[in-house]
């Protein structure tokens, strides 16, 4: 950071001083929470009185973008209120509670409207309940409930004999990991909590893709994470806006759904995926790698996960069986180094002590016995077909729409007509049966362009197309409303 | 806060006021956290310079008492480094990291012993095996498993078949509440873990027990929370120090094992429940009372819980099936108002999204068809014979320490001899096949008298027994190293 600073000059010299910190803020030169030098040592090194370095450093601590910590400095703050560059509108943001259209959470509402059968439900991501191994299970269970080891405690990081199972599957991702390198959480939800609390503090900053986990920005606006989302396009995240967002934010972490990304079901390029991980080296960062739809591939076979190729132990990776076997397990593999592993199962002690015993052995059983890969096959005609019927139906009944075409996954990312007002499409549609989930609840940043994002997998195929054509008809209704709305207003 | 400043006086005028806020602090007349004068407002009710006053704020900053926010004032540190009065040693403390020679963590280890077979372990508080209802609960499950609702995502707040059972058996703690007054947890672990999350910032100051579970010393060490102790006897909390507490440290949150306490096996006597809520009401305190052992009571039935008497919604109360039941359902009861349960199921959702169903509907129908009373009738007969024998092995074995005796409960804890080094007998005691809990891991101040906690549960006589003959030779011989040691040293 060098400084011209004028004497001639009109404007006083501790104001040429605010202009040029302002302006090294606002391009991200000195990124947030980067410390300032020292009164004393500014003062020196441009020959000026410490006056007029403190009465700078007061002014642009009035504007509100820097801040001292008594006995630690002076930095820049981490709620900038100017916009930087990265991204139109980036900023690191806490992230702010959801609506409060949306009561409890857009997490709670999506989980309520799956529960009312009445509802034709998109909303929730979840498996059809005719895919559940329900007699495979009842058997493997039946032996766990004679064990009664398996119904007191066990090892925080989770039964040997369920890790050795995820470690023989997880060869299909191209991944060759040790039980010693695997931790059982309950769902990916904890594991993502689990990696918040032992590796990052809320004043790091995370990244995240333009529109991600709903339950990781619950999350993170419960935490008031710092964090940042990354334009994506058809090929995922961009990587020069990685790159200059690492640059700028120094970030702790990058949390990534790079296969069949929910909500949006595009995937990370294989170009992109060895970037992604050089960008990562470079900068220092840690990665989570959420997996947990790469099995249900519908066309071609999914993309290698990145930690297929993580010879530094940078991604620590999810792999949950809530989507390619039944929520009601609540049981997700975290695969990690050793080192974070050891982290990960100390705050895991601390959440819950361990996951349940009986679930995991009989987990075990059940893979020990059938091949996870054989149910999948059994499963991808289903899914592929209620894809094709909600592609299909979209096309027949909202051409004014345009969505994205996932390759697998169990989600179809849907934006809508520019004037659609997204909180009246989706209150409108649970009056008319339909449960959405609105796209403004996947975003960091406000203001996104409406979307919403419907999930195929657990309707039959008439009530999808039934389930399109009520949407269908309220876009419609709030076209015509829409439009003379808008007049009035104006 | 009065300052007599002497202008006569051969101290400066600004040590003189640097020794009385001193002199406040110490006393807890001016308590940590709490805001000082500001220096104009000072110097003008002095009639002192703002040098004066200025300097002396310097000094007692340097002296680690208070501490400058930038645009919030003068703080008194919430790390005092000069002992207060409430208690001997007593201040407010961030939890230490337990320490190293328990390698990763105490309840990680104490799990650890409780796998290994060939160790006779006291350390895990575990309930018996052969208490286990194997029989009746695979009954309870095979239902289950048939019905594909229990095999997805169900409501954070818990299955509501499930809650209603447990409002009914609440009943039995003279607990009368609602189902919507119920949220399930993995176990009262998550329990306290969603109670800090949702109620309490780590910059809150929480209470507990001057012994208390080693869990919540774990969790809070990771939170780097805020947290003091307050002296207990043979009737439990000490109602003067835990007022004293309140006015000085304005607590948040009291966390209480108040029936069957571990690790003492002593209970809060009847008198004092109704003052600690009196207490709580007036400092307005939230109190987790934490009754995972209440209905284990050997030899008279147990106190009410203070949930039982509270009118006002302060008491968030834990009923686990771990100790009761099976560890490996992990669920646990939290019974609070419902504005907290509303809280608290925020923090489940973004921990884990909920406790899987199966476990839930597998509960619910066990406790439809049984009635859980009737299991602990048939299992207290055994509990009640292994304290006895505890009991009587220690005055035959260990005649030069002193214990509990639990009324209830599932341990007993014994005060070792002062020149027993805890470690040495901790890592001798495992050599030789014998886990115990080391005092220590239970204290939140340093250097307390050595002890150890002892469950009784889950070894069969002979065991008990013959862990106590064990220890009771480490003792000795430590007693006989020990003093020449000491004379080595001395």
Known sequence: MKFSLQRADT???????????????????LPVGSRLPTVRQLASDYGLTRLTVHTAYAELQAQGLIESVVGRGTFVCTDLPIPTGLHKGARVTRV????????????ADMMRLGEQS?????????????????????????????????????????????????????????IATRPDNVLMTAGAQQGIDLVLRACVT??????????????LLELAAQRRQRIISIPTDQ???QLAALEEACQRYRPRLLYLIPTFNNPTGRSLAQERRHAVL??????????????????????????????????????IYLFSFSKVLMPALRLCAVVAAPEQIQLLAGAKRSSDLLCSPILQYALANYLKRHQLQAHIQQVRPLYRERREAMLEALADYLPECDWSVPAGGLCVWVNLPEHIDERQLYLSAIQRGVGIAPGSAFYVLPDMPPAMRLSFSSNPLARIRQGITLLSQIVQEQSRGGVSQRRSIG
Chains 1, 2 share one sequence.
Do not use: H
């Not at 202009?19 to 606002?26: G, K, L, P």
């Open 235 to 237: 090929d995922g995240i």
């Open 118 to 174: 009445e509802i034709i439900s998109f909303a929730q991501v979840t498996p059809a309940l005719e895919t559940y191994p329900t007699a495979e299970f009842q058997r493997a269970m039946r032996a766990v409930l004679e064990m009664p080891c398996a119904l007191g405690y066990g090892p925080t990081q989770g039964e040997l004999a369920l890790r050795e199972q995820i470690v023989r599957l997880l060869l299909d991702r191209g």
């Open 96 to 107: 702010q509670p959801p609506p409060e259209w949306l009561s409890q959470g857009v997490l």
């Open 202 to 215: 809320p004043d790091d900053v995370i990244l995240v893709e333009e529109s991600t986990y709903v339950g």
């Open 11 to 29: 404007l006083p010299l501790y104001q040429q001083l605010v202009e040029q910190i302002r302006e090294y803020i606002r391009s991200g030169s």
């Open 278 to 315: 050089r960008i990562a080296k470079e900068y220092n960062l840690l990665i989570v790698e959420d997996d947990i739809y790469g099995l249900l591939s519908y066309d071609r076979p999914a993309p290698l996960p990145l930690k297929a190729s993580d010879s530094e132990g940078r991604v």
